[in-house]
């Protein structure tokens, strides 16, 4: 015991980088403890423990260890982004080396560690150090490293822990030997596939997979919810963008019922980005049959439909490789242009959203051009099925093929028809598009749009009006607030500036951020879409051929939509009294003849609805 007290008071008067190395693990310990209460008395200006960060992390011992663990989790919430870039490496390889074999709560320790690395920007020297781990010899270790790297991408999404860098290491695992192991890089790929959707998923892992395997990921991906989910946590510098954005008007935000809250900042990167890195490329134009040129001319409409179906089909890959598109896109405009089948119209218009997906900036110079413009033109379609699936091609051309700066003309033109369902669908389109552009780029078109936007907001037709108002809310959104707006809204009278005041963003546009839509649109909008989806998986063509009705159009258990109808007599229009029939029971016949007659004026009421029954 003398002895110790001796090792500890000449280790306590020892330089530091001489202490967190000494030989003594409770001189070491102390040293551990002394850097600890160091840190958590600083105020503003951390002492400069950085350097040493990286050798106490891989502490041999287990008591020396804990505290060592603690020292680094106090020196990364508290250290500016520079100092954790410079000791993530070091701190990372060192806490796979020797932490992920120690107890629990080390263990734990060591996973919150990686998860402050990531938050502090430093996911790609935490995978850099935790992939090779899931091939280690020790069971217990690769776990651990599968545990923590489920762990960055629950936490943070594949936008932030690349997927790309995580696949190859787990595609390694499915073999091996530890239950545990393989059981946890199933999870893992299930919780990949949440992130960047199960097709990339499936090209990429579950063909690697036994049978058996398979089969059970495939049960858990048809589980998973539908959309995109939200990071539970954020990076130091997703918060800081979100903290330097001013608030915005709170008339113009979404009701305190709405689910998102105002400043949450979305989701970095969308599930088509990810699967669009992730995947290998696919030749589509090499890929369609000879035959397709000629079926696509075919006088048969039903040959065109399923020509077309065919290259929406090859064009839904994740990424398509470098091709020429010229004669693909002249097909498309020809059917988009000219075709009068609704059913192959509507394919078309599918295989434009499938292409602006998986092909990208190639197909930008179409897209821009001629496409968007025959969209826009279709929008004046009766058929619901045809208008949904143009208004998705436009936003998908949008989305992944340019900006609103680039089709300033072709917007206009299209605020400037004379169907008015073709202009309401349009405003719901721009709105959409400005709530998911850039706040830099969504003002670069305020002088070239909001003063065609207001003026429809003054339209005779109300669903136009309605959308118009929407529109101009989602461009207020988006610039933080009606201010900058104010030059283009001088003609708008009181009544539609209050109206766009206390707008919520109910109707038209969209909440929250800038991909989600609103929980009510129009009319005209709601059902075009709802038709779009009950009428797929080949009902489409019925409704091309005239035989599908407005039943089929519905899901199971829901009854077509049908003309409003008057909740209650009184609000139904007075007719002519229809003949009362003939009671068929002396009893009847008496309780009727004791009934009071009907004053003038109001409909005849059936006797069964005084009694409760009707």
């Given at each position: 015991?003398?002895?110790?007290?001796?090792?500890?008071?000449?280790?306590?008067?020892?330089?530091l980088?001489?202490?967190?190395?000494?030989k003594?693990?409770?001189?070491?310990?102390?040293?551990y403890?002394?850097m600890?209460?160091?840190?958590?008395?600083?105020?503003?200006?951390?002492p400069?423990?950085?350097?040493?960060?990286?050798?106490?992390?891989?502490d041999?011992?287990?008591?020396?260890?804990d505290?060592?663990?603690?020292?680094?989790?106090?020196?990364?919430?508290?250290?500016?982004?520079?100092a954790?870039?410079?000791?993530?490496?070091?701190?990372?390889?060192?806490l796979?080396?020797?932490?992920?074999?120690?107890?629990?709560?080390?263990?734990?320790?060591?996973?919150d560690?990686?998860?402050?690395?990531?938050?502090?920007?430093?996911?790609?020297?935490?995978?850099?150090?935790?992939?090779?781990?899931f091939?280690?010899?020790?069971?217990?270790?690769?776990?651990?490293?599968?545990?923590?790297?489920?762990?960055?991408?629950?936490?943070?999404?594949?936008?932030?822990?690349?997927?790309?860098?995580?696949?190859?290491?787990?595609?390694?695992?499915?073999?091996?030997?530890?239950?545990?192991?393989?059981?946890?890089?199933?999870?893992?790929?299930?919780?990949?596939?949440?992130?960047?959707?199960?097709?990339?998923?499936?090209?990429?892992?579950?063909?690697?997979?036994?049978?058996?395997?398979?089969?059970?990921?495939?049960?858990?991906?048809?589980?998973?919810?539908?959309?995109?989910p939200?990071?539970a946590?954020?990076t130091?510098?997703?918060?800081?963008?979100a903290?330097?954005?001013?608030?915005?008007d709170?008339?113009?935000?979404?009701?305190?019922?709405?689910?998102?809250?105002?400043?949450?900042p979305?989701?970095?990167?969308?599930?088509?980005?990810?699967?669009?890195d992730?995947?290998?490329?696919?030749?589509?134009?090499?890929?369609?049959p000879?035959?397709?040129?000629?079926?696509?001319?075919?006088?048969?409409?039903?040959?065109r439909?399923?020509?077309?179906?065919?290259?929406?089909?090859?064009?839904?890959?994740?990424?398509a490789?470098?091709?020429?598109?010229?004669?693909?896109?002249?097909?498309?405009?020809?059917?988009?242009?000219?075709?009068?089948?609704?059913?192959?119209?509507?394919?078309?218009?599918?295989?434009?959203?499938?292409?602006a997906?998986?092909?990208?900036?190639?197909l930008?110079?179409?897209?821009?051009?001629?496409?968007?413009a025959?969209?826009?033109?279709?929008?004046?379609d009766?058929?619901?099925?045809?208008?949904?699936?143009?208004?998705?091609?436009?936003?998908s051309?949008?989305?992944?093929?340019?900006?609103?700066?680039?089709?300033?003309d072709?917007?206009r033109?299209?605020?400037?028809?004379?169907?008015?369902?073709?202009?309401?669908?349009?405003?719901?389109?721009?709105?959409?598009?400005?709530?998911a552009?850039?706040?830099?780029?969504?003002?670069r078109?305020?002088?070239g749009?909001?003063?065609?936007?207001?003026?429809?907001?003054?339209?005779?037709?109300p669903?136009?009006?309605?959308?118009?108002?929407?529109?101009?809310?989602?461009?207020?959104?988006?610039?933080?607030?009606?201010?900058?707006l104010?030059?283009?809204?001088?003609?708008?009278?009181?009544?539609?500036?209050?109206?766009?005041?206390?707008r919520?963003?109910?109707?038209?546009?969209?909440?929250?951020?800038?991909?989600?839509?609103g929980?009510?649109?129009?009319?005209?909008w709601?059902?075009?879409?709802?038709?779009?989806v009950?009428?797929?998986?080949?009902?489409?063509?019925?409704?091309?051929?005239?035989?599908?009705?407005?039943?089929?159009?519905?899901?199971?258990?829901?009854?077509?939509?049908?003309?409003?109808?008057?909740?209650?007599?009184?609000a139904r229009?007075?007719?002519?009294?229809?003949?009362a029939?003939r009671?068929?029971?002396?009893a009847?016949?008496?309780?009727?003849?004791?009934?009071?007659?009907?004053?003038?004026?109001?409909a005849a009421?059936?006797?069964?609805?005084?009694?409760?029954?009707?």
């Open positions: 015991m003398e002895d110790e007290e001796k090792q500890l008071r000449a280790a306590a008067g020892l330089p980088e001489e202490r967190v190395q000494h003594f693990w409770k001189a070491r310990k102390e040293a403890s002394w600890l209460s160091e840190v958590e008395r600083s105020r503003g200006e951390l400069a423990f950085g350097p040493q960060l990286a050798t106490i992390s891989g041999v011992n287990q008591g020396a260890q505290v060592a663990c603690d020292v680094v989790l106090a020196f990364l919430a508290a250290c500016g982004d520079e954790a870039v410079k000791c993530a490496a070091g701190v990372a390889g060192a796979v080396a020797k932490a992920l074999n120690s107890r629990p709560a080390i263990v734990k320790k060591a996973s560690i990686m998860l402050l690395l990531v938050e502090r920007g430093c996911a790609a020297d935490v995978l850099a150090a935790t992939t090779p781990a091939s280690h010899k020790t069971p217990k270790v690769a776990l651990a490293a599968l545990d923590a790297t489920h762990a960055c991408v629950a936490a943070f999404g594949a936008a932030v822990v690349p997927a790309k860098a995580i696949m190859p290491a787990l595609a390694k695992l499915f073999d091996a030997r530890d239950v545990k192991v393989r059981d946890k890089a199933k999870e893992t790929v299930v919780e990949l596939a949440r992130w960047v959707g199960a097709p990339p998923i499936r090209q990429l892992l579950l063909e690697k997979m036994r049978d058996a395997q398979k089969a059970e990921v495939e049960s858990w991906l048809a589980d998973l919810p539908p959309g995109r939200t990071p946590r954020l130091r510098a997703e918060q800081a963008r903290a330097a954005q001013p608030p915005p709170a008339a113009l935000q979404p009701s305190a019922t709405a689910a998102a809250p105002s400043r949450a979305p989701p970095p990167a969308d599930d088509d980005d990810a699967a669009y992730l995947c290998e490329p696919v030749d589509v134009v090499a890929a369609l000879k035959a397709f040129w000629a079926a696509v001319d075919d006088p048969k409409w039903s040959v439909r399923d020509a077309l179906a065919q290259l929406r089909s090859l064009a839904e890959t994740p990424r490789a470098s091709a020429s598109w010229h004669d693909v896109v002249a097909a498309l405009k020809k059917v988009l242009g000219k075709d009068t089948n609704v059913a192959c119209v509507g394919e078309a218009a599918a295989a434009v959203a499938a292409l997906r998986s092909v990208r900036k190639p930008a110079q179409f897209a821009r051009g001629t496409l968007l025959l969209c826009f033109e279709r929008l004046k009766k058929t619901a099925n045809v208008t949904a699936q143009c208004s998705s091609a436009a936003l051309m949008h989305r992944h093929c340019f900006r609103l700066a680039e089709v300033e072709a917007v033109a299209a605020l400037a028809v004379a169907s008015p369902k073709a202009k309401e669908l349009t405003l719901v389109w721009l709105g959409e598009c400005v709530e552009e850039a706040r830099s780029d969504a003002a078109v305020h002088a749009l909001l003063p065609a936007v207001a003026a429809l907001a003054a339209d005779a037709v669903a136009t009006r309605d959308a118009a108002v929407g529109c101009l809310a989602a461009f207020a959104r988006r610039a933080g607030g009606l201010a900058p104010e030059r283009y809204l001088d003609k708008l009278d009181d009544r539609r500036k209050q109206q766009l005041k206390v919520d963003g109910r109707v038209g546009g969209t909440q929250g951020s800038g991909r989600s839509r929980k009510a649109r129009s009319r005209a709601r059902w075009s879409v709802r038709a779009a009950r009428c797929s998986g080949g009902r489409a063509q019925d409704a091309a051929a005239g035989t599908v009705s407005a039943s089929k159009c519905s899901a199971p258990g829901e009854k077509a939509p049908s003309p409003a109808r008057p909740a209650t007599a009184a229009p007075a007719t002519a009294a229809a003949p029939r009671p068929t029971t002396a009847a016949r008496g309780k009727t003849a004791a009934a009071p007659k009907a004053s003038s004026g109001k009421q059936p006797a069964g609805e005084d009694r409760g029954i009707g």
